[in-house]
């Protein structure tokens, strides 16, 4: 999918979860968005290239969000817009490339379900097959080489493993997507260094027959697109 227009700027530091301060291309300081709230490791380095998108909405106190950092390191580009994670599996879906999530006719998302009120990103249906719960993860944590989740202990990601969990024993399809939206990994694992319980959950999970998919895009400052499965 197309990013939508993006700047460049140079990170100054990022702080308080949703804020970071940069320096613009004509060398104005100001603040900006972060619409991610991981710890992002990696993804936040002081002197990293940030490329953000400008929102016309007047009731904004920070018009410019963080899209992409281009780091100094390794020269990756990595989408610390979470929120995108959701629309590229779904464009992923629709055209195709994640082949294990065809034939459904219909696509909602952030449907309510489950015991713990949850929402779940993707809900395929099509009155023929049992219907997909499809719960999508972004993975931006690069160490030593490998791409981890999460980067932070997750309470709610462990919510959402026992959630799917409870789809499977009912028989319908459980799936969860790690979408690997950081240029410099090519394998994942679960963090279990970071978080223990949910990489134990997620053993579970799949041992109950939640099904694990994991997919990276390719991503410049131009575009965004799933292209292609790595194995989990």
Same mark, same amino acid.
């Given at each position: ?16 979860? !949703? ?7 004509? +060398? ?67 055209? +195709? ?55 932070? *202990? ?23 997507? !790690?979408?690997?939206?950081?240029? +410099? ?26 099904? *694990? ?20």
């Amino acid at each position: 999918m197309p990013m939508i227009s993006v700047h460049k700027a140079t990170l100054i530091k990022r702080y308080k979860r !949703f804020l970071a301060d940069v320096v613009l291309e004509d +060398g104005t300081e100001t603040t900006i968005h972060v619409a991610n709230t991981g710890a992002m490791t990696g993804c936040a380095e002081p002197g990293d290239i940030v490329w953000y998108s400008t929102s016309n909405n007047p009731k904004r106190k920070y018009p410019f969000s963080w899209e992409l950092t281009q780091t100094k390191q390794g020269n990756h580009f990595i989408c610390v817009n979470t929120a995108q994670a959701n629309n590229l599996v779904e464009q992923a879906i629709i055209d +195709g490339t994640i082949t294990q999530l065809q034939g459904y006719k219909s696509l909602k998302r952030e449907v309510k379900y489950g015991e713990e009120n949850s929402k779940i990103d993707i809900f395929l249906s099509d009155g023929e097959q049992e219907n997909a719960y499809v719960e999508v993860k972004s993975v931006t944590l690069l160490q030593n080489g490998n791409g981890y989740f999460p980067d932070a *202990v997750t309470t709610r990601g462990q919510k959402h493993l026992r959630e799917l969990m409870t789809i499977a024993q009912s028989g319908e399809r459980a799936v969860l997507v !790690f979408a690997v939206l950081h240029t +410099g990994i090519d394998n994942f694992s679960a963090a279990k260094h970071i978080d223990a319980k949910y990489a134990e959950l997620l053993e579970q999970a799949i041992a109950q027959g939640v099904e *694990v998919l994991v997919y990276k895009a390719k991503i410049s400052a131009n575009a965004i697109v799933i292209n292609q499965q790595l194995i989990f």
